[in-house]
Each structure stands twice: as structure tokens, then as C-alpha cells.
């Protein structure tokens, strides 16, 4: 047990730091190219990289089929199948790349015009794009070497390649622009330092599994339709997740308008944010899950199950207190005016509803997804995702208020979440669901309850109804924070004593 703790606790510490460079390096770029650019040239170079990003819609979940493989085979040292199965991934990822640049061959013409590029540029804007879907192309294959270490259970590895990648495309990027390059040479640096890492996790990735080869003799039809058939399930599963997220915004633009969109945005960019924040250990539970249920290790899966809500409440509950009531002042730095009433409440909602997927959703879907329960989530994700799309609309039409969709969002999530997949982890687990319910969250809790009653004081001393300056809230903040560690600290000093170098972290040798 000690050691799955660690282990997550340590591939939490590298995910954050990922994300949190990731989000100031983000920013400064973002603050560098804008500045620099001419707007057409900043506008094209957004819309490359958006679609860069849609680029995860169209693996068909081999990324998560690569991971599970990895680690069930790895776990078994059945070399030659796992040669197999990557190559006949490799191979996939090949043609989806090949038909990726294709499609940008034959359109490229029918974008520039749907863009209504102006005629100077165009030509600029041809080469350039090329090039990007090129790279874009080469991505895919290159792409399958992070899910190969991740299914060697090394996020922690992938987190820190990943972070030397970042840092080296913002030079390079920064560099770019001192000099005054092009904008496709600005394109071409961005997309070798961000395929560059995917190239180093292939290589330790290989290195750590000599047995291995790769080639395309090896791919077979076997191993693609076995692979295939646990892919799309998994696709399948992230695409309701999609609808579960992404269909709000649609929905009141239908129904009432898009003003309405616009403060529905202001409350859900702060509970995205919240979100983010609350997720970074979970990318770890999957590939382990997959190797210990390979393993027939089923102490350590519901250790694992148990572990790792019970790390995500520890982190989830405090920061939802200070997200909760300090929502005003999140709402404000991001918006940069006033708080209405409407967005406030749409925030609110929200944040309940993101704080009940951490609890019920994140853990489960994540192990169960890997120990063969993939169609039966997959069922549930559906149910959820109709529920919350029927009720959405209907609560619009009898409550044309921005916060009904969120709404609508939210009780399926708690139904699905509180009725279905916490008995089910309950069970697995070996105990009762209010057990394991106290179990997970009653550090957390005591941390969250500590931190809302600094705030709740600090509240008496600048005014209640009246939200706290910047200055204030930084620092009610870290007091807060140290108040809740205070509280955790006997509990989390026993903990951190036993841990041990993690068993399930050390990766398979030939």
C-alpha cells in the first residue's frame, strides 16, 4: 500500500509541475506572439494549433490501447506480442498521419479561401501550412512513444522530457521573434520542439525494453482488430466525456442567445481551472491498473482504487474551498470586470459538478476502464450523456437562466456518479460505500473545513458581501493553505514515513 501511495504522490508532484509550466510558458508565449505578430499572421498561427490540438479526436483511443498493452505484456514478458502490437500501432498511426497530410494536400486552397485570408499572404500561408500538417502528420507515430512509457508506468519520466520540451520551444519561439524570423520558420521551430520529446520518450522507452522490435513486417491483423476492439470502446467513452462537457455552450446558444454563452463562460473557465488542478495523479492509475490486473495482483488494485481517490479528495476538497468562496475574485482576475449574479451562480454549480466527478468518476472510469469494464462504462456514459442533454434543454425552456444547463449537467453526474460507479468502486474495494466514502475523504475534508473557516474569519475583518482585494486574497490564501497543512500535518508526516520505492513504478526488463 505504502508504495502505490508514493508512487502517486510522486507522479502527482511531476504532473503539476508540467502543468504549471506548461500554463506560465503557454501564457508567455501567448503575450510574446501577440505582441509581435501582424494580426492575420497571429490569427493563422491560433488556428494551426487549434487544430494541432483536435488531433487527439482522431486516434481512435490507440494512445490509452497503447498504454494498456505496454503494461499488461511488460508484466508478462511476452516480448515478441508486444512487438507486435506496437508495430501494428506504429503502423496505424502511419497512415492516419499520411492521410492527415493528404487531406491538407488537396484542401489546403479551400481553407486559405474559408479563412478569406487577404491575396498578399496567401501564398506565404500555403507553404507555411504544409509544412505545419507535415509535422502534424509526423506527430502521429511519434506520438505512440509517450503512451509506451506511460504504460511502462515512467509518467513521471514523460512529465519531465515533456517539461524540458516546453522550455525549449519557448526559447526557441522567444528567440524567433528577437531576430525577426518568418512565421513559418516560427511554425517549423514550434513543431520540432514539440515532436522532439515525443522522439527522446521513444528512445528511453526502447532502451528499457531490448527485446523489443519495431517494423512494419510485424504488423498483423490479429493484433489490429485486438487492439482496435479495446481502442474505440475507450474512444467511445472519451467522446461522451466530450458531450458531457462541451455541449453546454451549444445548447444555450440554441435555446436563449449568445450573451447567455458569455456569462456561462465566465463561471465555467474558473471551475475548468479548478479542474485542472484537481486531476494531474490520474494519468498515472491507468497504466498501473492495467499491469497489476495482469499481474492477477487484486490486493494492490483495490489499494490502488482506494489510494487514488482518496490522494484526488486530498487535493479536490481543499482547493474547492477556496474556489467556492472565493469565486468573485477568480471570476474578476480572469474577466477583468464586475461579477454578475448569474455567472456567479452558473460558477458555482459547476464547481460542485467538477468537485462530484473527481470523487465518483476520475479514479473509477480510469481503473475500471483498464481491468476489462470498459463496455459497461461505456453504457453508463452514454446514459449519462443523453440524461444530460435531454435535461439541459428541457431546464433551459423552463428556467432560461445560464446556470440551467449546468444544472443539467449536473444531476446525471450525481445520479450516474452516487447511484452506479461509487457502490461499484465500493464493492471493488471490499467494503461499504459509506466506508470507503469516509475512508477517501476525511482528510481532505478536515483540510477543506480549515481552510474555509480562515477565509470565513477573513471575511469578518474586509466585510462580508464584498470580495477581498488581490492582496488580501493572496494572502488569506497562503493562510488559509498553511492552516489546512498545519491541520494534515500529523496525518501526512505518518504517511510520508512509510513510504518505500515504488514496486509497480519499476519498468519490466528484458
Not at 475500471?368 to 463496455?375: A, K, N, S, Y
Not at 481552510?451 to 477573513?458: E, N, T
Request: net charge positive; with cysteine.
Amino acid at each position: 500500500m505504502n508504495s502505490i501511495t508514493g508512487f502517486l504522490w510522486r507522479t502527482s508532484a511531476s504532473s503539476y509541475l508540467r502543468t504549471l509550466l506548461r500554463v506560465a510558458l503557454g501564457l508567455g508565449t501567448f503575450r510574446l506572439l501577440y505582441r509581435a505578430l501582424p494580426a492575420e499572421d497571429f490569427g493563422f498561427w491560433a488556428l494551426l494549433w487549434s487544430v494541432f490540438g483536435y488531433g487527439v479526436l482522431v486516434d481512435f483511443g490507440l494512445g490509452f490501447a497503447t498504454q494498456k498493452r505496454v503494461a499488461e505484456l511488460s508484466a508478462r514478458k511476452e516480448w515478441d506480442e508486444l512487438s507486435r502490437v506496437l508495430s501494428t500501432v506504429l503502423v496505424t498511426f502511419t497512415c492516419l498521419g499520411a492521410a492527415v497530410l493528404l487531406g491538407a494536400l488537396l484542401g489546403k486552397d479551400a481553407l486559405l479561401g474559408a479563412l478569406h485570408v487577404s491575396p498578399e499572404n496567401t501564398d506565404r500561408y500555403r507553404s507555411t501550412a504544409l509544412v505545419f500538417f507535415g509535422g502534424m502528420a509526423l506527430g502521429f507515430p511519434l506520438g505512440i512513444f509517450p503512451e509506451i512509457l506511460r504504460g511502462q508506468q515512467r509518467v513521471g519520466t514523460v512529465n519531465l522530457i515533456v517539461c524540458g520540451g516546453l522550455v525549449l520551444n519557448f526559447v526557441a519561439i522567444f528567440t524567433a521573434v528577437k531576430l525577426g524570423w518568418s512565421l513559418g520558420t516560427l511554425i517549423s521551430l514550434s513543431l520540432a520542439t514539440t515532436l522532439l520529446p515525443d522522439l527522446l520518450c521513444g528512445m528511453v522507452a526502447l532502451r528499457s525494453m531490448p527485446a523489443v522490435r519495431l517494423h512494419p513486417r510485424l504488423f498483423t491483423m490479429a493484433s489490429a482488430r485486438q487492439t482496435m476492439g479495446f481502442s474505440l470502446v475507450a474512444y467511445l467513452i472519451t467522446a461522451t466525456n466530450l458531450v458531457l462537457g462541451k455541449t453546454d455552450q451549444l445548447v444555450l446558444g440554441a435555446c436563449l442567445s449568445v450573451a447567455s454563452v458569455a456569462v456561462y463562460v465566465a463561471g465555467s473557465k474558473v471551475a475548468e481551472i479548478f479542474s485542472l488542478f484537481t486531476r494531474q495523479l490520474h494519468e498515472a492509475l491507468s497504466p498501473a491498473a492495467a499491469r497489476l490486473n495482469a499481474t492477477g495482483d487484486h490486493a494492490s488494485l483495490r489499494t490502488l482504487l482506494i489510494e487514488g481517490t482518496r490522494l484526488s479528495l486530498l487535493i479536490a476538497l481543499p482547493l474547492y474551498a477556496l474556489f467556492a468562496m472565493r469565486l468573485p475574485v477568480f471570476m474578476r482576475l480572469l474577466t477583468g470586470a464586475a461579477v454578475s449574479h448569474e455567472a456567479w451562480l452558473t460558477g458555482q454549480v459547476l464547481l460542485v459538478w467538477f468537485l462530484t466527478t473527481v470523487a465518483t468518476h476520475a479514479t473509477t472510469k480510469r481503473i475500471f476502464v483498464m481491468t476489462g469494464h470498459e463496455r459497461r462504462l461505456l453504457s453508463l456514459g452514454v446514459i449519462e450523456a443523453v440524461v444530460n442533454l435531454a435535461l439541459s434543454i428541457t431546464l433551459v425552456k423552463v428556467w432560461p437562466h445560464p446556470a440551467s444547463v449546468a444544472v443539467g449537467s449536473f444531476v446525471p453526474t450525481v445520479l450516474v456518479g452516487w447511484f452506479a460507479l461509487w457502490p461499484w468502486a465500493a464493492r471493488e474495494a471490499g467494503m461499504s460505500a459509506w466506508a470507503l466514502l469516509w475512508k477517501t475523504s476525511g482528510l481532505g475534508l478536515l483540510v477543506a473545513v480549515v481552510i474555509a473557516a480562515v477565509l470565513q474569519c477573513s471575511a469578518c475583518l474586509h466585510g462580508f458581501g464584498s470580495a477581498p482585494t488581490l492582496p488580501v486574497f493572496l494572502i488569506e490564501s497562503l493562510v488559509a493553505g498553511i492552516a489546512g497543512l498545519a491541520a494534515a500535518a500529523p496525518f501526512l508526516r505518518a504517511e510520508f514515513k512509510r513510504f518505500h520505492p515504488p514496486q509497480i513504478a519499476t519498468a519490466a526488463a528484458a
